[in-house]
């Protein structure tokens, strides 16, 4: 008895996950794909002063970034702002890189791999990634 109420105990536990799982990430409407959206904010100051030019930028869209999504994406020039750890409002221009894409098994490597191109390229301390799902159609 205590065996088939432990496994009745497992069983629930195991379909409320279940559950969960599918609620967090409801499926697209009819006439819509599931997509994964990524947005990469890149400062364009370097810890010297110097700015990534567009020239160069537009050199590490053309080598790094577009041969990873050759389908498309979109860049957006932006301008950001932090309090740093002296308690300055620090304020720099900056590229928005917004992806839209099928999941996949590398597409989070292939992301990882572009955010770590531009820190070694530019000497950048970071770069902010934002991941989120995503339901997409082109009409």
């Given at each position: 008895?205590?065996?088939?109420?432990?496994?009745?105990?497992?069983?629930?536990?195991?379909?409320?996950?279940?559950?969960?799982?599918?609620?967090?990430?409801?499926?697209?409407p009819?006439?819509?794909?599931?997509f994964?959206?990524?947005e990469?904010?890149?400062?364009?100051?370097?810890?010297?002063?110097?700015?990534?030019?567009?020239?160069?930028?537009?050199t590490?869209?053309?080598?790094?970034?577009?041969?990873?999504?050759?389908?498309?994406?979109?860049?957006?020039?932006?301008?950001?702002?932090?309090?740093?750890?002296?308690?300055?409002?620090?304020?720099?221009r900056?590229?928005l890189?917004?992806?839209?894409?099928?999941?996949?098994?590398?597409?989070?490597?292939?992301?990882d791999?572009?955010?770590?191109?531009?820190?070694?390229?530019?000497?950048?301390?970071?770069?902010?990634?934002?991941?989120?799902?995503a339901c997409?159609?082109?009409?």
């Amino acid at each position: 008895m205590q065996k088939t109420l432990i496994c009745c105990i497992v069983v629930l536990a195991v379909l409320a996950v279940a559950a969960c799982a599918q609620d967090s990430n409801p499926p697209c409407p009819e006439g819509q794909d599931q997509f994964v959206r990524y947005e990469l904010f890149m400062g364009r100051s370097g810890p010297q002063g110097e700015v990534v030019s567009d020239e160069a930028w537009d050199t590490f869209l053309a080598d790094t970034v577009t041969p990873r999504f050759p389908d498309g994406l979109s860049v957006l020039d932006g301008r950001g702002q932090w309090r740093g750890s002296d308690g300055q409002v620090q304020k720099e221009r900056s590229k928005l890189l917004v992806i839209l894409a099928p999941p996949g098994d590398d597409l989070g490597q292939r992301i990882d791999e572009i955010s770590q191109e531009y820190k070694r390229r530019f000497d950048q301390e970071s770069v902010l990634q934002v991941m989120s799902p995503a339901c997409v159609s082109f009409s």
